[in-house]
């Protein structure tokens, strides 16, 4: 059982970058898959990027080069760095964690491998 909670969303300006953080509840952070996901209004909710197990990253080719995910064991967080933000971005990005998900050096992308869920944090870019 995992309790996960965003925190770092706001306003920036295109061009600009922003960290979030999701901070999880528990005593077993490593045995999960890590990853964000986001909706725009009136669209689906749709994969950004993820960390597996034993670290590795897996990511969305419209945030290639920009976005990039680490996480923190001893602190049982793990974090999205997005730089050079775009419109497009403006989302409410959620955190989620895969409970033995893929494989220690791959993190699934589709939303229902996922287990559990944070309240998501906004973000929003102008131009």
């Known amino acids: 059982q995992v309790q996960l909670v965003e925190s770092g969303g706001g306003l920036v300006q295109a061009g600009g970058s922003l960290r979030l953080s999701c901070a999880a509840s528990?005593?077993?952070?490593?045995?999960?898959?890590m990853g964000w996901f986001r909706q725009a209004p009136g669209k689906e909710r749709e994969f950004v990027i993820a960390?597996?197990?034993?670290?590795?990253?897996n990511y969305a080719d419209s945030v290639k080069g920009r976005f990039t995910i680490s996480r923190d064991n001893a602190k049982n967080t793990v974090y999205l760095q997005m730089n050079s933000l775009k419109p497009e971005d403006t989302a409410v990005y959620y955190c989620a964690a895969d409970y033995l998900g893929g494989q220690p050096d791959y993190a699934y992308a589709a939303a229902n491998e996922y287990d559990y869920w944070g309240q998501g944090t906004q973000v929003t870019v102008s131009s």
């Open positions: 960390i597996s197990r034993g670290g590795s990253t």
């Open positions: 528990g005593r077993t952070f490593r045995s999960y898959a």
